[in-house]
């Protein structure tokens, strides 16, 4: 049976595989930074940071379907930080769900990808807009600002 739970340090690994993926598969194909994406952004380091104690792992929640982790949440505040879904899991509710999750939870805004007009798209049929705030991460990973009307 799926539920939404907070993620525990058993997780850490199936996080950092989810969010590694993820980012290799929507977000590479505009950035084409093979040093960054397939050297410096791994799952060992990725999955460190969700190691226990951390605050990374006590602000995510996972998507588990009997034992399965689908996708994951990161809520910092009123700040949804994080939203992935295994791309083999994707379009079947899993996001949606975990985004109910996280405007439950009190988040009320996010950032995302300039580029990503799927996720954009996916969060406007979700009650978020564009703010016409951008900024740049890491000084070259152009962001949106989107706030739940």
């Known amino acids: 049976m799926a539920q939404i739970r907070p993620a525990g340090p058993a997780d ?17 194909p505009f950035f084409k930074n093979d040093a960054y994406y397939y050297d410096e ?12 104690g951390t605050a990374a792992l006590a602000q995510t929640v996972v998507f588990d379907d009997g034992g ?17 879904v295994e791309p083999a899991f994707q379009s079947r509710g899993i996001g949606a769900q975990l985004l109910e999750y996280a405007v439950a939870q009190g988040a009320d805004h996010l950032w995302a ?16 807009s564009l703010t016409g705030e951008e900024m740049l991460e ?7 600002k989107m706030a739940l009307n």
């Open 12 to 28: 850490a690994f199936r996080i950092a595989e989810i969010f590694v993926t993820d980012y290799r598969v929507n977000f590479y």
């Open 41 to 52: 952004l791994n799952v060992r380091d990725t999955a460190a940071e969700y190691a226990e």
């Open 68 to 84: 399965i982790i689908k996708g994951f949440a990161r809520i910092r505040g009123s700040l949804l930080e994080k939203l992935f």
């Open 113 to 128: 990808l300039k580029y990503n007009t799927r996720g954009i798209a996916f969060y406007q049929r979700h009650g978020f």
């Open 138 to 144: 890491d000084g070259w990973v152009p962001l949106l």
